[in-house]
């Protein structure tokens, strides 16, 4: 049934590829083309596809391909320039595509940067690029996992940033697999980061430069005259993520903005993108959607900025897509394109790669628009999507709250520890009818906040929420 409504409001139609291509997407971006929007897709193997038809208003029956580039070494990530150019991050360079002779296809790779070495591990990925405020190249760099053939090298689990003329500043130390990184509207650079040893969730962290994120792999690097930030120290071994963030004994130490519960929210979170559609794609304007490669689905995420911090909500949004999502982007009249890859990994999804396209359909979802602290820091004040029925909507049994937090370890990922049941002590419904102030006795700073709404009733059709739980971060109350 909730697969069902899902469709209902969000449709997804499958790209039709020639039986000759493997698609496996690992960068994905929309340019002009001769005949409107033209798709770019990178695959893991090296070739990138200019695709026409798909990307329309409405998308063609049969699709046209293009093989625009070739021979690069594992892109995981496309940016498009002003001047037609496309910038790629791939495993020993960050590159530019140029189509030198106007034809739509790209004759050169012009590198912007190669300053990293690479151990020859066959997890050292590359991720981006994306543009920072200034202008700069930001990527991030996957710390290597098993055997170093040709010997340790520096800047893995970091966030670099690269000048246009190819100088290089590590920013951000500690990750671990950041498989996604974007700039915000506003002009901040976020990543997600996968859930492993020292990495008790998966996660959507702001990379603040200086800041530390808890892998301690590399932290030999931050010696180096290149780092100017101050050396980060290493995370206790076995402690509560909460606690460690209040002991003000790891001041680089970032807390993340949003964790995801595992297989709650997905298992290995990757590219995300932000609504920027003006509500052509559906209610959510101004909120992120990233997606899973695991989970092959996109989740949503609601952030807001308490005392400095950025945290929030998140939410499932598509399930049932047909393999793992890599890389997300919308097109210029709104619908959002996935790409998409198991890459041996392993997915839920029924195939190995491909690309599929959500499209809105109109019909809003009964959903809860976004969850917040109340002004006062004291509870949660919730937004729907529609009018909710006032009596379920004012009942403090149609709500459950736990929270809980994470540990730092070496182990791979982390229980969800300190478990504590939260009372809703009560319910104001908004005068709109659009929403609800919830009171609660207990909130937690630095933990999840489980928050269930099953009770919860649409005005218009008795129907429950579709997606009736939210998970929201709580590092910062608003007092």
Not at 137 to 157: A, H, L, M, S
Not at 180 to 193: A, H, I, L, Q, R
Request: proline share 7%; net charge negative.
């Amino acid at each position: 049934m909730k697969r069902v409504r899902e469709e209902l409001s969000y449709p997804v139609t499958q790209l039709k590829i020639p039986a000759d291509i493997t698609l496996e997407v690992g960068g994905l971006c929309v340019v002009p083309g001769p005949a409107g929007p033209r798709v770019l897709a990178a695959t893991r193997r090296g070739d990138v596809w200019g695709i026409d038809g798909f990307a329309g208003p409405k998308p063609a029956a049969t699709p046209v391909f293009t093989r625009v580039a070739e021979g690069l070494h594992e892109p995981l990530g496309l940016l498009p320039e002003p001047d037609g150019s496309v910038a790629v991050a791939c495993r020993g360079q960050l590159g530019r595509l140029v189509d030198s002779e106007g034809d739509g296809l790209f004759e050169t790779l012009d590198t912007i940067s190669d300053w990293w070495d690479i151990s020859g591990n066959y997890h050292e990925y590359n991720f981006g690029p994306t543009r920072g405020i200034d202008g700069a190249y930001w990527i991030t760099t996957n710390k290597p996992f098993g055997p170093q053939p040709f010997g340790e090298v520096d800047w893995r689990g970091f966030a670099l940033k690269v000048m246009p003329d190819g100088r290089v500043k590590p920013m951000c130390a500690g990750l671990r697999s950041p498989a996604g990184v974007n700039t915000s509207p506003w002009g901040e650079v976020f990543y997600t980061d996968n859930q492993g040893e020292w990495c008790g969730a998966s996660k959507l962290s702001l990379l603040h430069p200086g800041s530390y994120h808890g892998h301690p792999h590399g932290i030999e690097s931050t010696r180096k005259a290149e780092w100017t930030f101050t050396e980060p120290k290493a995370l206790p071994e076995g402690e509560l993520y909460a606690t460690i963030a209040s002991s003000g004994d790891y001041p680089k130490f970032q807390m993340p903005a949003v964790w995801f519960p595992y297989d709650k929210i997905g298992r290995s979170p990757s590219g995300f993108v932000w609504d920027e559609t003006g509500g052509a794609f559906g209610p959510f304007s101004g909120q992120m959607f990233v997606g899973d490669q695991y989970e092959a689905a996109v989740f949503r995420v609601d952030l807001e900025r308490v005392r400095g911090h950025w945290q929030g909500a998140c939410f499932r949004f598509r399930d049932g897509l047909a393999s793992g999502v890599i890389r997300l982007a919308f097109t210029p009249s709104g619908a959002l394109l996935v790409g998409e890859s198991d890459r041996g990994w392993g997915s839920k999804g029924p195939i190995t790669e491909g690309m599929q396209r959500i499209d809105f359909s109109g019909t809003v979802p009964f959903e809860a628009l976004s969850v917040r602290l109340t002004p006062d820091g004291s509870g949660f004040r919730i937004r729907f999507t529609h009018r909710a029925e006032p009596e379920s909507c004012a009942n403090v049994l149609s709500y459950s709250l736990e929270s809980y937090t994470y540990e730092a370890s070496e182990k791979y990922g982390s229980d969800e520890l300190d478990r504590r049941q939260l009372e809703v002590t009560g319910a104001t419904p908004h005068e709109d009818g659009l929403g609800v102030d919830l009171a609660v006795s207990g909130l937690r700073e630095g933990y999840v906040h489980e928050l269930g709404m099953a009770g919860v009733k649409s005005a218009n059709d008795g129907f429950p929420l579709l997606h009736a739980t939210a998970y929201y971060t709580l590092i910062r109350t608003a007092q």
